[in-house]
């Protein structure tokens, strides 16, 4: 969407009554979009002119939430210990969008540091919907990126996915949240909160845009040591031919794809042979199938889930059934435990990753007053003053997970955790994992995992205030799994129940689970079966599941 | 140059902009403020060479007067009864003009801050950049310390806040570095008493870390920072505690710098800060129960006490010695050694000083940094390496033994003089010597090693100049000592025309002899006679003893002689002719 067809839309009646009427005055230009940005303070931190000279109207515009560095717009992670810092150089997720002429237009509200699931711990104050009158949580910590796509600002959004960062607000305003596999987009300029759980999301309201956005970025970046490599990639591509075995008869047909980018030319050689003979002898059908087996975990279906996410889960899976489609039980024995190595590994690399804010090269000024003295503790006066409650708890608890006397029970103990929670899914996925040796693949698994984003429906804000930190901590108990794994997983926003109106408090994210590695069948799974539910008509048809939704 | 360094200020009064970061040679504005964090370590880290050095002379001469007095005495005699067990980590800095983990060249310049990276300075959003180049010295340095190189090692975090560690934390291999199990060989050669035989110190471990940035205290509230060498590759040498002297300690030093320098793995050594020691000190008694602590496999040792940042060999032994002391003076006392840091600073060499103990002991939290990949490093990488080697102090002395026929003590001096050069000089010396056809450098290498060592050593330190390959060329030492061999100037003359050379006279050996007279021409026999009458004439009591052939008539013979030889032009006349021609006239 255009800022010129932003500005109309916002005009039009309905949408002047969501968003605040002051600012639609000023939509007549680009500067007025920005103007817009900048003065919904609580989901948008900054905003930035378009480069002039530029014809505005037929680009489209991006936001990127504040973790993402950007040499025009201050990125400050919400906190106050980086008011007003600048990076030197734009991140490669904003590099490649610019290249391919999309405009940044904004940098938008989060957690502080990306800690928390509900957009609250900003120094800016908390996100809120403001254009529904109702208190709803947005989730977090993406929170004010999912909202400027929610709200139409925007087309797309980036966030970033810590432990659901992204698909957890996805769900709860009602949009798409893309996790990608850890590795798949770079890094490079991102800020990070936990180094090896961190990755680039993308949100948006449709499958298509989420793809096309995804192609844009899903590049490897020499300068993210994580960033998957070339070889690396064709290891992924291999990995998926899994899916079906190779007749023996097959074997001596000639090749006619090649496998490319593997190092090894004998390797490149011997699985584009493997390649050829599977499209010889399945044809384009092997390549683009269109039943699925399903998984559905047991240990997913927890008591404290909220009845309309059962209801939405079960009828999703009907739905599924009834595309033809085979529902499968699985098990995720380590399910229960991946919270806590969650919560123990990402305050553990939060503490290391947020010992530079010292106030000596950026940022926030250290207080003369406070200043540190020769009987004081080196900068503990200035980050106590500038760090928010939550990102300090965060400190706290890692910096005691990784101290000598704790290490060997929390630290290591959750790393054995997360290899747990990995061979889980590997146990239980058709494909084998593409960067794992001792990894086969289920030859009776399942292509992906369906369970919902969320035990629960979005909270209202009022009740966030007397929850503990731990409440909150739980509710990102099924989203974190698939963190810990680095497998991509997408929130796709359903609905409870057809005869409802669709309001934000009873967003409900249905979360896809695939393989590593396996990005593009997800989304194109997703888009296939978006499509084939919801196709572009009238919503009395029954069996529509997902929805774009819009408001 | 104020504007260009990083101010640490316990008093707030600006702060500085990071917008202009990756921008190579962008000034950044002066002061920020922070905690100046006073430690021993510091101060001796920013006094100035000069006023270092001053103190170390005079702490020394303070030394050997205390050293002779009876309280030492008894301190010797006491240390009959203790052993003493040392162990050292070695931080050196690696020969690359690559930094561990950023672009940025680590090539030395003046200009402060001036080619960093984001990464050099923990800008949020950036990255670590493994630079293969470094591997090049730290391999070198691996395999000349007889390591095992692991095909695959990681890199860790070690926290601790610190103006000079932008990040919080050092990047460095703790759980699983890149070499292990190294070996260095001590003996006499090395410095070590001859009662302490050859020694082999086992190696434990090799590890690659970061340097810090560089620290200058501007005033009483500020220090600057200079990034320029944060980041920097070192390597850290960690040794079994298997050294029980103070002087072997040293010499453990010593010959790690010097296997260093031979492979081309360092370039600046302890006296130019590229290369600092802690020392871990712990002592028991020979005949009590043993002690309870153990470090990698190492048992029944005493508590031990560490002793940070020592930058010079002497400093290493003087620490040690001081440590032991105090330990055992504790201990004898009935007390108990606390596990703690200790300073030890050059102006109170005696003593070393507690800088904090357990309770205020750093906890690094170890983590495995997250965005580092392992590291990989092939079997045919090594193979090079090792295939490649230059050769090491030991090798360098069997050759300087067998091929040059030099004395073990000479051989030694020369690989120990002068980082090297001396010894290169030697070599170029004898090879000017030694025809191409002749592969027998025997020849020609003691009475070179005699000159160059002995001749013109004693010069050096008569003038107290300080030796240079250039003093005098390489050439005019070959010519002078071919001149020599030859016959053509006698001894004398030849340690006059040294010194001719040795004044800076550039011009070609041969000229300068014949200009000043010095190339031998012989008497003639009419000379001989002439001269050996005078002497007859003026003593004729000894030639008539002579004459009588009784039993001091050897003795006159030789004293003739020497008058002979006294009243003549000593640069023409052989001895063997004049005591001939005496013969002749005296018993025809």
């Known amino acids: 969407m255009n800022p010129a067809a932003t500005a109309r839309r916002l005009k039009s009646p309905g949408e002047i009554r969501r968003y605040s009427t002051i600012y639609h005055d000023r939509l007549r230009s680009a500067r007025g979009t920005r103007a817009v940005l900048s003065g919904l303070e609580n989901l948008v931190l900054t905003g930035s002119p378009y480069p002039s000279g530029r014809n505005i109207a037929n680009d489209e515009v991006i936001v990127l939430k504040d973790n993402f560095l950007t040499t025009d717009l201050p990125t400050t992670c919400a906190s106050h210990i980086l008011e007003g810092f600048r990076g030197s150089a734009t991140s490669m997720v904003g590099r490649l969008l610019q290249d391919a002429g999309i405009h940044i237009v904004a940098k938008t509200n989060m957690d502080e540091f990306g800690m928390g699931s509900y957009s609250t711990n900003s120094a800016r104050g908390p996100v809120k919907h403001g254009f529904d009158s109702l208190e709803q949580s947005v989730g977090g910590s993406s929170g004010g990126s999912a909202l400027v796509v929610a709200g139409g600002l925007a087309r797309f959004a980036i966030g970033s996915d810590t432990g659901g960062s992204v698909r957890l607000p996805a769900a709860y305003t009602g949009i798409l949240g893309f996790k990608p596999s850890y590795g798949r987009i770079s890094r490079n300029g991102l800020i990070p909160y936990a180094n090896s759980l961190d990755t680039v999301g993308i949100m948006s309201t449709s499958v298509k845009d989420a793809i096309s956005i995804y192609r844009i970025l899903n590049k490897h970046d020499p300068a993210d040591p994580t960033s998957l490599d070339l070889n690396s990639r064709a290891r992924i591509e291999h990995a998926k031919l899994s899916r079906s075995r190779v007749p023996d008869h097959a074997a001596s047909d000639q090749v006619s794809v090649r496998v490319i980018g593997l190092r090894d030319k004998k390797e490149s050689a011997r699985l584009s042979l493997e390649a050829g003979m599977r499209w010889k002898a399945y044809g384009r059908q092997y390549f683009t199938k269109r039943s699925w087996r399903i998984g559905v975990p047991d240990e997913y279906n927890i008591q404290e889930m909220h009845p309309w996410i059962r209801i939405a889960w079960l009828k999703t899976l009907s739905v599924l059934q009834d595309m033809g489609n085979d529902i499968v039980h699985i098990s995720l024995p380590t399910t229960q435990s991946a919270l806590s190595a969650y919560y123990v590994l990402a305050p553990a690399e939060a503490s290391s990753n947020l010992a530079k804010y010292d106030g000596v090269r950026y940022g926030i000024p250290r207080d003369a007053e406070l200043a540190d003295n020769h009987e004081g503790v080196l900068y503990a006066h200035h980050r106590g003053q500038h760090f928010g409650d939550e990102v300090k708890r965060r400190i706290l608890l890692g910096t005691f997970s990784l101290s000598a006397g704790a290490m060997d029970n929390y630290f290591i103990q959750a790393q054995k955790v997360r290899r747990l929670v990995q061979q889980d899914f590997n146990n239980v996925f058709t494909v084998p994992h593409p960067l794992l040796e001792a990894s086969t693949g289920n030859p009776e698994g399942v292509d992906f995992i369906v369970v919902p984003t969320a035990p629960t429906l979005p909270p209202l804000l009022s009740e966030l205030k007397h929850q503990s930190p731990l409440d909150s901590y739980v509710n990102d108990i099924f989203t974190v799994p698939a963190s810990l794994a680095g497998l991509p997983a997408i929130s796709v926003p359903v609905v409870a129940d057809d005869d409802l109106p669709p309001t934000s408090d009873k967003n409900i994210g249905m979360q896809i689970i695939g393989q590593f590695g396996e990005d593009m069948p997800l989304l194109n799974f997703v888009r296939d079966t978006v499509e084939a539910i919801d196709p572009p008509r009238p919503r009395e048809t029954d069996s529509r599941i997902w929805t774009a939704r819009r408001f | ?588």
């Open chain 2, 1 to 588: 140059m104020l504007r260009r360094w990083y101010c640490h200020r316990f008093v707030s009064t600006a702060r500085l902009y990071t917008s202009s970061l990756c921008a190579q040679r962008k000034c950044f504005s002066t002061s920020t403020h922070c905690r100046f964090h006073a430690t021993a370590v510091d101060e001796a880290e920013v006094a100035p060479l000069r006023k270092q050095l001053k103190d170390a002379a005079r702490a020394s001469r303070h030394q050997q007067v205390s050293d002779t007095n009876g309280k030492d005495q008894l301190r010797r005699e006491r240390l009959k009864d203790w052993e003493l067990t040392v162990g050292i980590e070695i931080h050196a800095q690696l020969n690359t003009s690559s930094k561990l983990f950023s672009r940025a060249s680590a090539d030395w310049t003046d200009v402060p801050n001036a080619a960093l990276w984001p990464f050099d300075m923990a800008v949020p959003g950036s990255q670590p950049l493994f630079q293969p180049p470094v591997l090049i010295p730290a391999l070198r340095a691996a395999i000349a310390l007889d390591c095992d190189i692991r095909p695959r090692s990681k890199f860790d975090r070690k926290h601790y806040f610190y103006h000079d560690q932008p990040a919080g934390y050092q990047i460095t291999q703790y759980y699983e570095p890149f070499a292990v199990n190294g070996r260095v060989t001590l003996t006499q050669q090395d410095g070590l008493a001859p009662e302490e035989g050859t020694l082999h110190i086992g190696i434990k471990q090799v590890q690659l870390e970061q340097d810090t940035a560089r620290t200058q205290q501007h005033d009483e509230e500020t220090s600057l920072i200079d990034f320029n060498r944060s980041g920097h590759a070192l390597v850290e040498i960690i040794s079994l505690p298997q050294l029980h002297s103070p002087q072997a300690a040293a010499a453990y030093v010593r010959k790690v710098q010097s296997i260093l320098y031979a492979v081309d793995a360092a370039t600046t050594g302890m006296e130019l800060g590229g290369l600092r020691a802690d020392v871990n000190v712990s002592v028991r008694r020979f005949d009590g129960a043993t002690g309870n602590h153990s470090y990698s496999g190492v048992t029944g040792l005493g508590q031990r006490t560490e002793i940070k940042n020592l930058s010079s060999f002497k400093s290493v032994e003087d620490a040690v010695c001081a440590e032991r002391d105090r330990q055992i003076d504790i201990l004898e006392a009935g007390g108990k050694i606390e596990g703690e840091t200790r300073g030890w600073s050059l102006s109170n060499p005696g003593a070393t000083r507690r800088l904090r103990g357990k309770e205020g002991e750093v906890d690094y939290r170890y983590m495995p940094d997250p965005d580092i990949l392992p590291l990989h490093i092939d079997n045919d990488l090594v193979a090079h390496f090792r295939s490649t080697l230059p050769p090491v102090p030991d090798q360098l002395l069997d050759m300087l033994r067998l091929s040059y026929g030099l004395t073990a003590d000479d051989a030694g001096a020369l690989l120990n003089l002068d980082n090297g050069t001396r010894l290169l000089y030697y070599q170029d010396v004898v090879s000017r010597l030694t025809p191409s056809s002749n592969n027998n450098k025997t020849a020609f290498g003691v009475h070179v090693g005699n000159w160059i060592l002995h001749e013109l050593g004693a010069l050096l330190t008569t003038t107290e100049t300080e030796w240079h390959p250039d003093l005098i060329h390489a050439q005019q030492m070959s010519d002078l000592i071919s001149l020599q061999l030859k016959g053509q100037l006698t001894g004398p003359s030849a340690k006059k025309l040294l010194r001719i050379l040795f004044a800076g006279e550039k011009e070609p050996v041969s000229v300068i002899a014949e200009r000043e007279n010095l190339l031998f021409q012989s008497m003639n026999d009419q000379e001989y006679v002439e001269l050996a009458n005078r002497v007859i004439q003026d003593h004729p009591k000894e030639v008539e003893i002579v004459q009588k052939n009784s039993k001091q008539a050897q003795g006159k013979l030789k004293f003739l002689l020497g008058q002979m030889m006294r009243h003549g032009d000593r640069n023409r006349m052989e001895a063997q002719r004049a005591e001939k021609t005496l013969r002749s006239i005296l018993m025809p």
